[in-house]
């Protein structure tokens, strides 16, 4: 299998501008997380899809943060009107409930975003 | 958000030397993972634990889900220049739809040549 790939790796955009980032899991896994990191960090949840449905939501996912896995396949997380505080690295990650392990998740390389 | 306790928060040794990490938890978990993170990259997976008591190797790593379910502990032996990086720990339960992974803060691995 191919790994998890996002789209770009980097992003620099300025306040106010709305970003969009995509993911494509490893081929046939069902799940698909999307993560923040900020320096010092681990990653913290963002949000989870089970083939196309998302299934659950971090508080931390305000109402300007949308995703979305329209064929169960890649997703895309869009920010909108970004804050500098939105600056981390955005990581995905997929897993498969049987082949690769119970909740054993597979990260791709992340997209850094920097909002100036 | 739930954090585990990892420690230490950083090593700096000598190449060639064992390292050994750990994590604890104040709940029980059904899976431990071992996470590698370099500057700038997702984290790679080192080491998948499923069973209580389960001791895995991964060439010079070997990690261990304790009996208690609320710990694990790494373990790099022989440690080289390129093991430099920072390590996570992170687990999970199956509660429910619950599949998001609990992460500790990370050891920070520095080895000097």
């Known amino acids: 299998d191919t790994g998890v790939s996002q789209d770009p790796r980097h992003k620099i955009t300025k306040r106010g501008q709305n970003v969009t980032f995509r993911c494509d899991p490893i081929?046939?896994?069902?799940?698909l997380y999307w993560y923040r990191q900020t320096l010092g960090q681990g990653p913290e949840f963002l949000t989870y899809f089970q083939n196309e449905a998302q299934l659950e939501k971090s508080r931390l996912l305000s109402d300007r943060f949308s995703a979305e896995r329209p064929k169960g396949s890649f997703s895309t997380l869009e920010i909108q009107r970004t804050e500098q505080g939105d600056s981390a690295m955005y990581l995905c990650?997929?897993?498969?409930?049987?082949?690769?392990?119970?909740?054993?998740?597979?990260f791709g390389p992340g997209t850094r975003l920097t909002v100036l | 958000g739930q954090q585990l306790n990892q420690s230490p928060q950083s090593m700096f040794i000598q190449e060639g030397e064992d390292v050994s990490m750990n994590c604890t938890s104040s709940s029980i978990f059904n899976t431990w993972l071992w996470y590698k993170q370099d500057p700038g990259e997702g984290p790679v997976l080192l080491i998948a634990l499923y069973k209580a008591g389960e001791l895995t190797s991964n060439g010079r790593l070997t990690a261990q889900f304790g009996i208690t379910r609320k710990d694990s502990f790494l373990n790099i032996s022989a440690s080289i220049p390129s093991d430099v990086g920072i390590y996570f720990c992170a687990g999970a339960t199956n509660a429910g739809n619950n599949r998001k992974l609990i992460w500790g803060l990370g050891t920070s691995l520095a080895v000097n040549p």
């Open positions: 081929s046939e896994h069902n799940r």
């Open positions: 990650a997929s897993s498969h409930p049987v082949r690769a392990g119970r909740n054993t998740q597979y």
